[in-house]
């Protein structure tokens, strides 16, 4: 059974710090990208960053500068380091791993406070 289990979500004040990880297990395949999403109440689900297993990164811009993707590939395991906290960082942050498809984590709460 295949399983993105991420942790270290919480509650910080603006201007703070978090790291969230996901673990990938059940998955027999190569993972080729492993990422976060977010969505906010109200709003799509957007890509926070991504990284492929040959350690290149992508970032939107709103999180350019102070967030930082990262991955073991031994593990499975993707990071994000997030800097700079923003009250608009706030929302469910999903784990998202393709290898011939799809596959997401439940999701952890980042909330900012200001």
């Known amino acids: 059974q295949v399983q993105l289990v991420e942790s270290g979500g919480g509650l910080v004040q603006a201007g703070g710090s978090l790291r969230v990880s996901c673990t990938a297990s059940g998955i027999s395949f190569s993972i080729n990208v492993m990422g976060w999403y977010r969505q906010a109440p109200g709003k799509q689900r957007e890509l926070v960053a991504d990284?492929?297993?040959?350690?290149?990164?992508n970032y939107a811009d709103s999180v350019k500068g102070r967030f930082t993707v990262s991955r073991d590939n031994a593990k499975n395991t993707v990071y994000l380091q997030m800097n700079s906290l923003k009250p608009e960082d706030t929302a469910v942050y999903y784990c998202h791993a393709i290898t011939w498809r799809d596959y997401w984590g439940q999701g952890t709460q980042v909330t900012v406070s200001s």
């Open positions: 990284i492929t297993s040959g350690g290149r990164a």
